[in-house]
């Protein structure tokens, strides 16, 4: 890297020869005035071609920063002698010519008018100028004012060493200055050029639209992007009457403050506002920009960015809508927790029942999973409630999901959240059941219908505490008290292979069996006057009784349905109900009543023949004489069957 100087060049040209470089320095000032960037590198070499030959110098090289390393200076344009050998390709001046490069780096001008008697430091520059054989050099740093270095401009004589003259030097360090000044603003359009186009790119990709509006005026640009935001023609003027009468008109207040926000803080101003399009669509537009300072006697404009967030609208009111509606819910679900007592909304006083609460009370203190079976209708998400209730976790609510009604991707993404595109119509990010409930309880009712591809990954929550949302590779850890409930046998379930072993005996903890109706029938008179009760006041009716026979019915009625079922009748009876006495018409039995058990069937049939001889136990024609026992007998069973004798009954029933 260097400029060769020619022996005595200022003493042996003649005026004529100086006259024809200065004019040469002139011509090239001129042209690159305002050379555009893609132009300059042309010229630069035409002017190392033109100085060289009207100088008579063999080499001129013009060396730049690297855009890795700006320090490293690196070959970009040369005019040499066509005898000479090629520079090797990215020629690097830190490795031919270290003594040099620091001198540039420095800002301080190199020459060397006889490469044979050279600085003892240049060591390694020496044996640089003898392999392309160059007899002089001079080198001039290529910066701009107080900037660092960026380049430098050599001239180089490999025919005879040549010395030049301090006028000389000074006419062509201002070639090196023209260069400068050229590759500088060759470097600023580019950076601008790829600013532009990384602004379009991204304004293009979030389907933006740039805009310059001046308030004075009223006048807008805008892009194609801009326009079809507003659902304008792209050959469309655009200005600001034209825009508010696009805005919806509660709107306009708000974007007018907007904008004399942003013109008078210069500061970014953000605002969200809907458009009619000319076509009756609403869209919510959200706008940000800031003022820009004109420039010669111009007025100041307000430049920014527009993007359509109608879709963003209208999952921010769903969400707001939802969270309204489950805060409602779990207000509720704390309030019937609290008003219905320690096992909430059970009712009944049978000893199957009072083995239920046993086990509520036993599991509930404990972080344990339970396995809460039962037919449809017998009450078992209130026994998960009860258990939730009496549980250290109680002061928050308990969350539900059911497994059954919703397909596979679904539910996953429920129970375990979901990122934004995780799949196709995941527009937002969610969080699932199971972080919903980190510190509480998760009731997973239907639990027998989870497809068996979620059951791996709902067993190694149950082990692990650990999961991880659908289209996420980030690991969720939660504390989670999980209660599961079926209505179906999960013992036969795992036998025909549509239930995980092992997860059933991770969920079969502490199973609790919640009995059918059939089985506590000396539930049924309680049940039925709480659920009365319950529609009395929905309904704004007044039942005073209900007839014996309407009792009797109510509890040899084999119930398929459970309590469910007797809650729905007993809504019925009150609508068609106009006295103060219930009129209840029950339903016939399906054929496919569920089988009663040994315990019911016997039930049944004591109370039948009890309400034949009108609850008459002794004596001839008694029940007990009917039923072919003693009165001892019949007294022990009907104890132990839950069935009351005739005086506890009249006493209940007064």
């Not at 009457?241 to 008078?264: C, F, K, N």
């Not at 309880?441 to 239907?446: A, K, N, R, Y």
């Amino acid at each position: 890297m260097s400029v060769i100087a020619e022996p005595a060049l200022e003493s042996s040209l003649e005026s004529q020869e100086r006259l024809r470089f200065e004019t040469l320095i002139a011509d090239l000032s001129s042209r690159f005035v305002n050379l555009s960037a893609h132009e300059v590198d042309r010229e630069i070499e035409d002017a190392q071609r033109a100085i060289c030959q009207c100088l008579g110098v063999d080499h001129s090289s013009l060396w730049q920063g690297s855009a890795d390393d700006p320090s490293r200076l690196v070959l970009t344009h040369l005019y040499r002698d066509p005898e000479l050998p090629p520079p090797p390709e990215n020629m690097s001046g830190i490795e031919y010519f270290p003594w040099a490069r620091a001198k540039i780096m420095a800002k301080e001008i190199v020459y060397v008018p006889d490469t044979a008697n050279p600085p003892l430091e240049a060591t390694v520059d020496v044996g640089s100028w003898r392999l392309f054989g160059i007899r002089s050099t001079l080198t001039f740093p290529l910066s701009l004012g107080e900037a660092p270095v960026f380049g430098a401009l050599s001239f180089d004589a490999t025919r005879l060493a040549r010395t030049v003259t301090e006028p000389m030097q000074k006419r062509l360090l201002l070639v090196a200055q023209i260069f400068a000044n050229a590759l500088e603003r060759k470097r600023t359009e580019q950076k601008l050029r790829e600013s532009e186009e990384r602004l379009s790119l991204a304004a293009a990709s979030a389907q933006a639209g740039i805009w310059t509006l001046e308030p004075e005026s009223g006048q807008i640009w805008a892009t194609r992007e801009t326009r079809a935001l507003f659902a304008l023609p792209s050959d469309a003027d655009l200005d600001l009457s034209t825009l508010l009468g696009l805005i919806h008109p509660e709107d306009h207040e708000t974007v007018h403050q907007a904008i004399a926000v942003a013109m008078r803080s210069g500061v970014d101003s953000a605002v969200d506002y809907r458009i009619l399009t000319p076509h009756g669509e609403l869209r919510w537009i959200s706008s940000r920009g800031r003022r820009q300072p004109g420039s010669a006697g111009q007025p100041d404009r307000l430049m920014g960015v527009s993007i359509d967030i109608t879709q963003a609208k209208l999952i921010e009111q769903e969400l707001r809508e939802l969270r309204e509606r489950l805060q409602a819910e779990s207000n509720y679900l704390q309030e019937e927790i609290l008003v219905r007592g320690s096992f909430g909304e059970m009712v009944g006083q049978s000893e199957v029942l009072k083995k239920v609460f046993q086990q509520i009370e036993q599991v509930a203190p404990t972080d344990s999973t339970v396995l809460i079976s039962g037919e449809t209708g017998t009450g078992k998400e209130l026994v998960a409630r009860a258990i939730h209730n009496l549980s250290r976790r109680k002061d928050r609510v308990v969350v539900k999901i059911d497994c059954s009604p919703l397909p596979a991707s679904l539910i996953e993404a429920e129970l375990f959240g979901r990122e934004k595109g995780a799949y196709t119509g995941a527009l937002t990010k969610q969080a699932g059941r199971f972080e919903l409930a980190n510190g509480s309880t998760l009731f997973l009712d239907e639990i027998g219908e989870l497809p068996l591809e979620l059951q791996a990954k709902l067993l190694r929550v149950l082990q692990d505490g650990e999961f991880e949302r659908l289209g996420s590779p980030k690991t969720v850890k939660v504390n989670v008290r999980v209660i599961a409930a079926t209505n179906r046998n999960l013992a036969e379930r795992v036998k025909d292979g549509s239930f995980r072993q092992d997860l059933y005996y991770r969920l079969n903890v502490f199973p609790v069996q919640v009995p059918p109706l059939r089985d506590r029938v000396e539930d049924i008179p309680l049940l039925a006057w709480t659920f009365v009760k319950e529609f009395e006041r929905r309904m704004g009716k007044k039942i005073e009784s209900i007839s014996k026979k309407t009792m009797e019915t109510l509890q040899t009625y084999p119930w398929p349905g459970n309590v469910r079922e007797l809650k729905n009748e007993i809504e019925r009876a009150l609508i068609v109900t106009s006295s103060s006495q219930l009129n209840l018409q029950m339903p016939q039995p399906a054929d496919d009543t569920p089988l009663s058990t040994l315990k019911g069937t016997e039930q049944r049939h004591i109370l039948a023949v009890l309400e034949k001889t009108n609850w008459r136990v002794k004596g001839h024609g008694g029940a007990a004489e009917l039923l072919g026992m003693k009165p001892t007998t019949l007294y022990a069973a009907m104890k132990r069957l839950g069935i009351p004798s005739w005086r506890e009954k009249y006493n209940r029933q007064t």
